[in-house]
């Protein structure tokens, strides 16, 4: 059974017993004014046995209201748990997202990474200037006066006519 089960049982018992102490109470409003009448009448020992009654009644409500309390007190502690209960498997949840972003992103992944990273940088800076420029195959022996040129843009008629490809 869950746990909100045992909440709506607590609390529809803690409802009971409170329209028991109505009840109780009222019977005791009665039996006060039911005494009053029998001492006026003269009934001295009727009026005792109902104050009597009155007062195993007023015990009775005084029960009730420490088990009212009783079913406060556990009432409070299921919600408390609940509480706690979902702030564990949420904490839970965390940790296993965070277990597996650690084996994904492991320090061996993250060294070779940075290697990689190394030699690629190291590459770039050993590619001369020369090997980066275009090679067209119509101007053959003029390709290393490229660099003089400040833009490829200024040979419009070069760009469009010719092939490009990049040297190996």
Request: proline share 3%.
């Amino acid at each position: 059974m869950t746990n909100s089960f045992f909440q709506l049982e607590l609390k529809l018992v803690r409802d009971e017993i409170e329209r028991y102490k109505k009840r109780i109470m009222a019977m005791m409003d009665v039996e006060t004014e039911t005494a009053r009448k029998l001492a006026q009448e003269g009934r001295r020992e009727r009026a005792l046995i109902v104050l009597k009654k009155k007062k195993l009644q007023s015990k009775a409500i005084e029960d009730s209201d420490s088990k009212l309390t009783q079913i406060e007190e556990l009432v409070h502690g299921l919600e408390t748990a609940a509480q706690n209960k979902m702030m564990f498997d949420a904490i839970k949840i965390g940790r296993d997202a965070l277990v597996n972003l650690q084996k994904e992103v492991n320090s061996e992944g993250v060294e070779c990474l940075m290697l990689d990273t190394r030699e690629a940088l190291e590459q770039q800076r050993c590619v001369s200037p020369r090997k980066l420029f275009i090679h067209l195959p119509s101007l053959g022996n003029l390709a290393h006066r490229l660099p003089a040129w400040s833009a490829a843009s200024r040979v419009p008629s070069l760009r469009n006519s010719a092939k490009w490809t990049r040297t190996p």
